[in-house]
């Protein structure tokens, strides 16, 4: 703490303490029942007499005197504990064993009593800020026996603040902006302090904002502590950015008050003060003559000092583009301008331009200070460039006759070649787009002829693609679309639009229309079509039928008699004429086919065949179709009461999966050798005519059906048995249903570790005889039916 401080507190701690001495005399502390806080007036303390030693009587005692609060100043540091306040009571007379106690906030820690004199001191050094004031308690009580005197009183020791805490930007450092060319006084931004000491005692908490750095561009004013601007003409352009330090002090900035400080960063934002610059006042640009359209020729830059929207500038050719050949765009990532063809350019007409291009702002905020807009001028000179031909025509439409002869010329195309040197040009068909080659064209002249004979009703249309390439360069080619159009002449003779089938009812009436006919012609006259219908001379005067004109291009055949009968005629023929109104007219003959039918009262056709009339009188058709289909059923019946049959007298044949390939075929007996004749018949094998009767297996599936082979004969008894025999032998041998079968039994690897091991004989050692096969049914259910086998051939070959 400054010294200057040190000896002003000193100075007002004296004077305190000398009014507090003043007014000590006066000071005392009676008990008052039922309150903490009391104002009585004289009154002394009565000892009853008559009682024993030790025993006195407490009596209501008045206080002359008011008191609540006491104060001490925060931040004292000195050698000793600070005196707050003396307490003492009229009980205190000097021969009276006496006791002061303190009680409540910070009693015995912070603040501390004298017992005897009442003295309160302040033991540690307070801080205001961080508590304000502390509420206690004092009582008198006897020294010896602790028993209360007077009762308890509450009063409140307050911490005087000192100017011991500087002013603190809590939220800075601080950023703002404001327009450049802003007035002055124009507010840029407000800061604020904060003061911890007290605002109501003294000026600790009165605070001043001044500017250190930042002028003469910006102030700040004192009491609100808002930054304006000072100084008239910031431009951004000049400089963007000001690092400003505000300052507040407080004690109303008087010397010896705290101060703290703070940065304010302010920008200058951009506004729209500077008009669009061309970098060059001329601008010249070769361009070559066959720059495809919408490609760029060259660029142009306009630099505006500002920044983001207000540097964005538009392009316009404002003079010298009269015919509309050019066009500028802006380009929006370089705000640069890009010359643009909107039409071919042609060297051999015009050679050279001279444009005058415009930049302008799109913002103009600024109601002074001149246009927004700046104007170049720009020179475009046109290269010669080798250009392809250049047909008359981009589409060439011609038309031909379908009956046009060939080698017919249908039309020319014709092509030039721009440049100045003009080169001659040669002339194709792209035959992708004439695969038939229909059409030819002469190189020289370019008159398309016809190749084949054409056929409106074909293809009505022909699209073909002609090319001009030059004779100097032939990679200049030009192409051109020419569509022929096939006209119509009258070659088609028109016929019914369908095959019609008219049925006739016996039961008709004379004049009843039979059937309704039109026409049709692949031709496609301008005129529209027009047909004439009539009978063939020979039926003119037809006695069963005539026809009627409907004056819409059909005709309805009518009956002239009602005694049409199947059992005279079932079918009727007649053939009409068909002629069109082309030139020359063509006609064609179309035959009616008319069936007379037998038909219900209301006209209804029911049977058109002779033989309904040779039925059974009285039986229907509906009749007729449920017999048949009670003979159809049965004839099913039939079917699978046979098919049934057949699978009941099948011989027993094993089934696929109990066909394991692996029977063991048994033999109790052994043979005699040659002299034993009671063991097998040998009649047997000399009677081959026994053999004949093919009796199936039935332990096996045979995989086809035995079929007498072509060759086998029977033989007379007594054929010579070794002959027949090596014929069978043969036979067996190239029979695939006759025993032995050949297969291949598949064993897998188990794997290493297996405890059954390989099942191959071929690495076994000992013979089968030396082998025992019980250890098979040991290695669980899937090697049981094995090992029974095994042991059943043991227990034969000992038997």
């Not at 050094?125 to 010896?144: F, G, P, S, W």
């Amino acid at each position: 703490m400054p010294k200057r401080s040190e000896e002003m507190l000193m100075d007002l701690w004296m004077s305190l303490l000398l009014v507090w001495i003043t007014c000590v005399p006066c000071v005392s502390v009676t008990p008052i029942t039922g309150q903490s806080k009391s104002t009585q007036t004289g009154g002394s303390t009565a000892v009853a007499s008559g009682l024993g030693e030790g025993q006195r009587l407490l009596s209501r005692a008045k206080r002359g005197w008011v008191w609540n609060q006491m104060f001490v100043l925060e931040e004292f540091s000195g050698p000793d504990p600070i005196l707050v306040g003396r307490l003492h009571t009229d009980l205190d007379v000097g021969s009276k064993n006496i006791k002061y106690v303190l009680a409540g906030e910070g009693a015995g820690t912070i603040f501390a009593i004298n017992e005897l004199t009442g003295d309160i001191h302040a033991m540690k050094r307070l801080d205001r800020e961080e508590k304000a004031e502390y509420t206690l308690t004092a009582q008198v009580i006897n020294a010896d026996t602790d028993e209360p005197l007077e009762p308890p009183s509450e009063f409140i020791i307050k911490v005087q603040d000192i100017n011991d805490n500087p002013p603190q930007f809590i939220e800075g450092p601080y950023r703002a902006s404001v327009p450049e060319m802003s007035a002055v006084g124009t507010p840029v931004t407000r800061v604020t302090a904060t003061d911890a000491d007290d605002p109501v005692y003294g000026n600790s908490a009165k605070l001043v904002y001044s500017i250190l750095e930042g002028q003469p561009y910006f102030s700040v004013d004192p009491n609100s502590a808002t930054i304006k601007i000072a100084l008239h003409g910031m431009d951004r352009e000049m400089r963007e950015e000001y690092l400003v330090v505000i300052q507040a002090k407080d004690m109303g900035g008087h010397m010896g008050g705290l101060s703290g400080t703070t940065t304010v960063t302010i920008t200058l934002t951009d506004i729209n003060d500077n008009p669009p610059k061309f970098s060059k006042s001329l601008y010249e640009f070769i361009i070559p003559e066959d720059l495809p359209l919408g490609k760029m020729g060259g660029k142009v830059k306009a630099n505006d000092r500002d920044i983001g929207e207000n540097a964005k500038s538009t392009y316009n050719v404002i003079e010298g583009n009269d015919q509309g050949v050019f066009e500028i765009v802006t380009d929006p990532q370089t705000q640069e301008g890009i010359l643009r063809l909107k039409k071919p350019l042609d060297y051999e007409s015009k050679r050279a331009y001279t444009l005058k291009v415009e930049a302008t702002n799109i913002r103009s905020e600024l109601s002074s200070g001149g246009p927004f807009k700046d104007t170049a001028t720009v020179k475009v000179v046109v290269e010669d460039a080798d250009e392809p031909p250049v047909f008359s025509k981009p589409l060439y439409l011609l038309e031909v006759n379908e009956n046009a002869p060939i080698n017919t010329v249908i039309g020319t195309v014709t092509a030039r070649d721009p440049d100045s040197s003009g080169s001659l040009v040669r002339y194709s068909i792209d035959r992708h787009t004439d695969m038939e080659r229909q059409f030819n064209i002469n190189f020289d002249d370019g008159k398309i002829t016809l190749a084949k004979a054409l056929d409106r009703e074909t293809d009505m249309w022909h699209n073909i693609t002609v090319t001009a390439t030059e004779v100097k360069n032939h990679s200049q080619v030009s192409r051109a679309i020419v569509a022929i159009r096939v006209m119509d002449i009258n070659d088609n003779a028109p016929e019914f639009a369908t095959e019609y089938e008219a049925f006739l009812c016996e039961n008709g009436k004379p004049g009843q229309v039979i059937q309704t006919v039109s026409a049709v012609d692949k031709d496609d006259p301008i005129q529209g079509h027009y047909f004439d219908y009539r009978l063939v001379p020979e039926m003119l005067n037809n006695p069963n039928f005539t026809i009627k004109n409907n004056q819409d291009n059909s005709i309805s055949v009518l009956a002239k008699h009602d005694t049409f009968r199947r059992q005279k005629q079932e079918m009727y023929f007649l053939p009409i004429i068909v002629t069109d109104n082309g030139n020359p007219p063509m006609s064609s003959t179309n035959t009616l086919t008319i069936r007379v039918c037998g038909c219900s009262k209301e006209g209804i056709v029911q049977s058109c065949n002779v033989e309904a009339y040779v039925l059974p009188i009285g039986l229907s058709m509906g009749a007729l179709i449920a017999i048949l289909a009670c003979i159809i059923l049965l004839l099913v019946i039939v079917v699978l009461f046979v098919t049934l049959r057949r699978h009941k007298n099948e011989p027993l044949i094993i089934k696929d999966d109990e066909d394991v390939r692996e029977n063991i075929i048994r033999y109790d007996d052994e043979g005699g050798g040659e002299e034993d004749t009671e063991a097998f018949d040998i009649a047997t094998l000399q009677n081959p005519d026994g053999i004949n009767g093919y009796l199936p297996r039935k332990d096996i599936k045979p995989d086809l059906q035995f079929m007498p082979r072509a060759g086998q004969h029977s033989g007379p008894n007594g054929v010579d048995v070794d002959e027949f025999i090596n014929v069978r032998l043969h036979e067996a041998d190239n029979d695939p249903t006759a025993p032995p079968y050949d297969s291949i039994q598949i064993y897998g690897y188990e794997g290493r570790g297996s405890i059954a091991g390989s099942l191959s004989s071929l690495e076994t050692a000992s013979s089968d005889s030396d082998q025992n096969y019980d250890y098979l049914r040991e290695w669980g259910p899937r090697f049981r039916r094995l090992g029974e086998l095994y042991s059943v051939g043991e227990s034969d070959r000992e038997t």
